[in-house]
């Protein structure tokens, strides 16, 4: 069992930057790939990044691609989301997800058992 709690949202102005931060309890949490998705009104929830249990393989949207990363720190318990350069559409709200990664599909949503309660971010244009 793992409970993961996000912090970090907020609101910032166009081409500002955030970093998501996601706390876990459990100690399976380092064996347990990690995923960050999001999900604005009235859409469905989407991946934005995920991150194997070693931390030596990282995925990202294309939508974020360069301007997102991921990363793990597996002696803390814990987990990142770096976004700089932000733009309005990233609007969201945004969930830290954590499970075996089975078949390789860390970007698929029905892979995670585990999630957090969500944190808000706003991108003011």
């Known amino acids: 069992q793992v409970q993961l709690v996000e912090s970090g949202g907020g609101l910032v102005q166009t081409g500002g930057s955030l970093r998501l931060s996601c706390a876990a309890s459990?100690?399976?949490?380092?064996?347990?790939?990690m995923g960050w998705f999001r999900q604005a009104p009235g859409k469905e929830r989407e991946f934005v990044a995920g991150?194997?249990?070693?931390?030596?393989?990282?995925y990202y949207a294309d939508s974020v691609k360069g301007r997102f990363t991921i990363s793990r720190d597996n002696a803390k318990n814990t987990a990142s989301l770096q976004m700089l350069s932000l733009k309005p559409e990233d609007t969201a709200v945004y969930y830290c997800?954590?499970?075996?990664?089975?078949?390789?599909?860390?970007?698929?949503?029905?892979?995670?058992?585990?999630w957090g309660q969500g944190t808000q971010v706003t991108v003011s244009s």
């Open positions: 997800a954590a499970d075996f990664i089975r078949n390789g599909r860390i970007e698929d949503v029905r892979t995670y058992a585990y």
């Open positions: 991150i194997t249990w070693s931390g030596d393989g990282t």
């Open positions: 459990g100690r399976t949490f380092s064996r347990y790939g």
